[in-house]
């Protein structure tokens, strides 16, 4: 469905499970999960069918950013993280949705980092899923290099430092599939997903060379959940230690994964769900 959130802008909503739950006389709220995808410029696809799981202990709420996928366009001034942050505050006072607890999945967790800096009070909880506070390049080149040898770090440090179509189509043949150290189970929708580049490259090419999230970390309210992957090359374990480190005690809580790449959902899925499902059932 797509949600009103401004005059002409709109965002596609997918909502699994219900709000409310019969338990005993009364009706009984489930928290309510609001998933914030990667990329930028890919769509929420790629959280589906895997958060099917947790839709017994929380209302899932998909969500394509604004501009992205099913969402209505954007002016490219808009592409910030900025507005993307604050679309969450936005989605939820259209759907009537308090105290949600958000899950921000690599680009989606610098939406959730910003999200966290401008709206402290608003989330109940977060989590913050292979993601980083920085571009942190001298961190990703190694890695890649580690796990897919020079052609593999000349390919990322190309991209990363001038995104465009042609640096992209080498970086997605080259390192992609350096990720994760488990081949998708199904395709982790990236046949599915709607894929808008444009976003991708004026982003990466853009704020994100200068970003720098951790100074907003200070003004965490809430219960803050950093997952990694020791084996991931874009988003590397040092920048997740760097989030856990900014995080104000005792909100921040870091779980870190030696088997998975980027997104410890797809590499070790099992143990991810679990240790998802004790953070949202957590008081």
Known sequence: ???????????????????????????????TLILLHGGPGFDHAAFKPAFSALADVAQVVYVDHRGHGRS???????????????????????L???????????????VAQRYLARHPAHPAKVVLSSTSPTLALDRKLPM??????A??????????????????????????????????????GRRRRITRLEILFA??????????????????????????????????????QDIAAAIPAPWGRLVRFANAGHGSYRDEPEATFALLREFILSP
């Not at 190309?158 to 997605?172: E, G, I, K, L, S």
């Not at 080259?174 to 395709?187: E, F, K, Q, S, V």
């Not at 950093?226 to 997740?240: E, I, T, Y």
């Open 144 to 149: 890649f290099e580690r796990l897919g040898g």
């Open 72 to 94: 209505s366009p954007c002016q490219p001034n808009e592409w910030t993280l900025d507005t993307f942050a604050d679309d969450v505050v936005r989605l939820c006072d259209a």
């Open 151 to 188: 052609d593999a770090r000349e390919a990322a440090r190309a991209f990363w430092t001038q995104p465009n179509a042609d640096t992209w189509a080498r970086y997605d043949a080259l390192c992609m599939g350096l990720y994760n150290t488990r081949p998708p189970a199904n395709d982790d």
């Open 1 to 31: 469905m797509l949600i009103t959130i401004a005059p002409g802008r709109q965002l596609y909503v997918d909502i699994e499970g219900p709000g409310l739950v019969p338990d005993g006389p009364a009706m009984r709220p489930k928290p």
């Open 96 to 110: 009537g949705i308090s105290r949600p607890i958000v899950l921000g999945q690599s680009f989606g967790g610098m």
């Open 203 to 240: 982003w990466a090419g853009g704020e994100m060379q200068t970003m720098n999230l951790l100074p907003g970390l200070a003004a965490v309210q809430c219960p803050v959940l950093v997952l990694a992957g020791d084996q991931d090359p874009v988003c590397p374990l040092a920048d997740a």
